[in-house]
């Protein structure tokens, strides 16, 4: 321990590191790619992890779609092939049915699946936008960002059925002038006069969402185009730790019976769970991130023992040398040490370059998919496991030098220094 | 200074053993210069080693300073071997990636020896041997005589009790062999206890006394009277 904390043997350290160039430098490629490789690796999948994050942050991680389609099996007097239309009044029964259900968000819409787009028009200025109905909740599962000065349909919206509605950024572009605040603003909406409260920005997210969307009050949508308690479809938001897909299932039970729909029928209500799919992706990236856990440390155990082996040979090639250090008073212990001492210091300075490297590829491949629609975002490794990796190097470099450290104190002074 | 009774050693060779030393005693005082002579396989690189703590008699007693050496652990020999020995050997082993300062520094260093007093000893030294300027070149850089120079310096520099020489010559020419001993006589003048082995008959009349060594066992042992090697260097 003394001669680790010895500047002399340091001193003895870098000059037999420095004076055998081609061996130090064979011996430190081995841990330097496998240090390089685990970095990289592990920093790209947290990079896609980001990245798969980034593209679900505006919408609740668990949240799922219920709508209703045809009825496949015939049930309780009704015959198979019966539309079901979901109810407003569904959503009450789901609430205290499931729950694990945080929110849901009833949806009316005019413009997407076949039915016609509501016409939009300000002056002379006019276009065709997707009208949706809209409750508070909604903001909830799917974070809107609304520009400064705006808001989400509020309570006293749909209390009131306020004609008031939030415009997509482009839906402003085509029918404000640039230099024009929207808010406050009127626009037509099928022939009837809305306050514009304000303007929604577009994130990609997928789905048939765009950035010309006009959200209106679900009770103003109701009035206006005549649904009554007819809802397109449910946005419901599970608890964090609720399983999606069995509140799926809860889900599709509860509404099987609402609607006097066999138990059996698969068909009769259409879902898509977000949830489900986001655990899929979740589970794919962190089996990324174990994948590359487990090829970084074989790639640094691999350059490790490459370490050791070369270190072997150069012992052997050193035989005379050390041989000599020990007739002029090295002890066992001594010599032991160096070789212990020269193989962690390899293995380190290896390391520590591979960790600058693989720093400064992860930081190269960020900038270059920087802005793009490629899920990659913000490739990084956390700290803990640089060090870990740090400590393991430290550990197996340590372990490593035994083998030939054990290899140099076995050779008796004697017969290192035989001639010939 | 160097007191041996009754020596013996043998090496097993597969399934039969050889009898290398058949009983050797002799003592060597301070200050003298001995030359160990025997043909090869006379047993005189066995006694060396012995001598130097690099192998061990099988029975008989070993005293180097009145330090009874006996038994010794690896750890314990090497601290001896860099208290009390120094060592030259035919084929130099000079340390080929450290300059010839720092070959000479290496005893030192294993005595811990703080840095800059290292540095200024083993100047101090290699200026003995009239290769200061010399320092900062590699081994490789020189000749031969001035390798075992630079050997021979390394060997002093512990300030050991005892210097064994192997065959300090047996890789050199003439001219450089009488260079060497020329150095090793100095030293000695300067009261320093030095063993040579050698097998030349010019090298071993070169020092004080001639032990020669036979089959095992010393077959003569005589004193000489020293012929100077600085007669035959210009």
């Given at each position: ?9 340091w001193q003895e350290i870098f000059q037999s590191i420095r004076k055998n160039k081609l061996r130090t430098f064979l011996t430190m490629i081995g841990v330097f790619v ?269 350059g490790?023992?490459g370490i050791g082996n070369i270190l072997l040979i150069s012992v052997k090639e050193r035989?005379?040398e050390l ?15 160096q070789i212990?001492i020269e193989a962690l210091t390899l293995t380190l300075l290896a390391g520590i370059i591979g960790?600058?490297f ?39 470099g340590?372990?490593?030098g035994?083998?030939p ?16 | ?93 000079l340390i080929n990636y450290k300059s010839?300062?720092e ?33 900062t070149h590699l081994p490789s850089e ?93």
């Open positions: 321990m003394k001669q680790l904390f010895d500047g002399n043997t496998g240090i390089y490789i685990y970095i990289g690796l592990s920093g790209a999948s947290k990079g896609l992890d980001n990245g798969f994050e980034r593209q679900f942050e505006t919408i609740a991680k668990n949240s799922l779609f219920a709508w209703g389609q045809r009825t496949s099996i015939p049930y309780a007097g009704f015959k198979t092939g019966r539309q079901i239309q979901l109810k407003l009044g569904d959503v009450e029964v789901l609430y205290n049915r499931v729950p694990e259900i945080e929110t849901i968000a009833p949806r009316n819409v005019k413009g997407i699946f076949g039915s016609n787009p509501g016409i939009i028009t300000r002056g002379l200025k006019s276009g065709n936008y997707a009208v949706y109905g809209d409750f508070p909740d909604f903001a909830d599962i799917a974070t809107k960002k609304i520009y400064d000065g705006g808001r989400f349909i509020n309570d006293e919206d749909i209390e009131q059925a306020r004609k008031v509605c939030v415009i997509g950024e482009r839906t402003q572009k085509e029918l404000f002038e640039e230099d024009e605040d929207p808010i406050g603003g009127y626009i037509r909406i099928d022939n009837i006069y809305f306050q514009v409260v304000g303007v929604h920005k577009f994130t990609p997210g997928g789905g048939f969402e765009s950035d010309s969307d006009i959200y209106i009050p679900f009770a103003t949508f109701k009035k206006l185009y005549n649904t009554g308690d007819n809802v397109s479809w449910l946005t419901i938001a599970a608890y964090d730790d609720a399983d999606v897909v069995k509140v799926e299932e809860d889900i599709k039970a509860t509404l099987r019976s609402i609607h006097n729909v066999s138990p059996k029928d698969e068909r009769a209500f259409g879902s898509f769970n977000l949830g489900e799919i986001f655990n899929k992706i979740m589970g794919f990236s962190s089996g990324m991130t174990f994948l590359s856990l487990i090829v970084g440390i074989a790639c640094i155990l691999a490790v023992i035989t005379k041989g000599v250090r020990r007739a002029l008073g090295a002890t066992p212990s001594e010599v032991r040490n212990i960790i600058i693989g720093a400064l590829t992860l930081k190269i491949i960020d900038a270059l998919t920087k802005g793009g629609d490629f899920p990659y975002a913000n490739p990084t490794v956390p700290i803990p496991y640089v060090i870990g990796s740090l400590l393991l190097m430290v550990v197996l340590v372990l490593i035994l083998i450290a054990q290899r140099a104190v076995s050779i008796r002074p004697i017969d290192a220094l035989r001639e010939e | 200074m160097i007191e041996i009774k009754d020596l013996h050693k043998s090496y097993k060779m597969g399934s039969n053993s050889l009898h290398v030393l058949k009983g050797i005693n002799f003592s060597v005082e301070d200050g003298e210069l001995v030359a160990i002579m025997g043909s090869s396989g006379s047993g005189k690189s066995t006694l060396l080693n012995i001598l130097g703590m690099l192998d061990e008699a099988d029975e008989g007693e070993y005293t180097l300073d009145n330090v009874p050496i006996k038994n010794l652990s690896e750890t314990k020999a090497a601290q001896y071997r860099n208290k009390f020995l120094g060592f030259v050997f035919q084929s130099f082993n010839a300062m070959n000479v520094a290496l005893p030192l260093y294993y005595q811990r020896v703080a840095r800059k007093e290292r540095t200024e000893k083993a100047l101090q030294y290699l200026e003995r041997v009239g290769l200061r300027e010399w320092a020189l000749s031969g005589g001035q390798k075992q120079r630079v050997a021979i310096a390394r060997a002093m520099a512990a300030e050991p009790k005892v210097l064994l020489a192997d065959e300090p010559t047996g890789a050199l020419d003439s001219t450089t062999s009488y260079e060497v001993m020329d150095l090793i006589q100095k030293i000695n003048d300067e009261g320093n206890t030095i063993l040579v082995v050698t097998h030349e008959e010019d090298i071993a009349h070169m020092c004080k006394r001639i032990v020669h060594l036979k089959d095992g066992v010393i077959v003569e042992d005589k004193k000489v009277k020293q012929v100077r090697a600085a007669e035959y260097v210009q």
